[in-house]
C-alpha cells in the first residue's frame, strides 16, 4: 500500500511556473496536496490501498494529484491577494477571479479514469399491497 501523502510540496513547486505558488509554505502545499488526494480518491471511488494492485501509486494519478495540488494553492494565493473582478449592473452583479477559467481547463478525466472502480449496488426489492 502506497502511503499517504501521495506528493511532497517540492514536488509540485518543481512542476508549477507560478512564482506565487512556489513561495507557498511547506504546511500550506501539505493542505493543498490532501485536498487533491481526497478529489482523487472520491472521484475514482479508489482509495489505492490494495497493496498487492498498487505497490506505487500509478504516475497518471500522482500528476493529477500535482496538477490539482497546483491549481488549489493557485487560488489560494489569489484568493488571499484578492485579484478578483467584478461587474455590477442594476440588481446584478458577479465576481469573477483569474484562477476561475484555470480551473475549468484542468481534464483529469484521461488520467483518472482508468482506475476508477465501479460500485456495484443491491437490488432493491419492494413489495406493495393494496389497503
Do not use: C
Not at 56 to 71: G, H, K, N, W, Y
Not at 93 to 119: H, M, R
Amino acid at each position: 500500500m502506497a502511503t499517504r501523502p501521495w506528493v511532497q510540496p517540492q514536488e509540485v513547486r518543481d512542476y508549477t511556473e507560478n512564482p506565487k505558488v512556489v513561495s507557498r509554505a511547506d504546511d500550506r502545499l501539505k493542505m493543498d496536496i490532501l485536498r487533491a488526494e481526497s478529489y482523487v480518491v472520491r472521484y475514482t471511488g479508489n482509495s489505492f490501498e490494495d497493496a498487492a494492485k498498487y505497490p506505487d501509486i500509478p504516475e497518471s494519478v500522482r500528476l493529477a494529484v500535482i496538477l490539482l495540488a497546483e491549481m488549489y494553492a493557485a487560488s489560494s494565493v489569489e484568493i488571499d491577494k484578492g485579484s478578483y473582478k467584478s461587474e455590477s449592473f442594476d440588481d446584478y452583479s458577479y465576481t469573477l477571479s483569474d484562477t476561475a477559467s484555470k480551473q475549468e481547463n484542468i481534464d483529469l478525466g484521461p488520467l483518472l479514469d482508468e482506475y476508477a472502480v465501479s460500485i456495484t449496488r443491491s437490488a432493491i426489492n419492494m413489495n406493495l399491497r393494496k389497503l
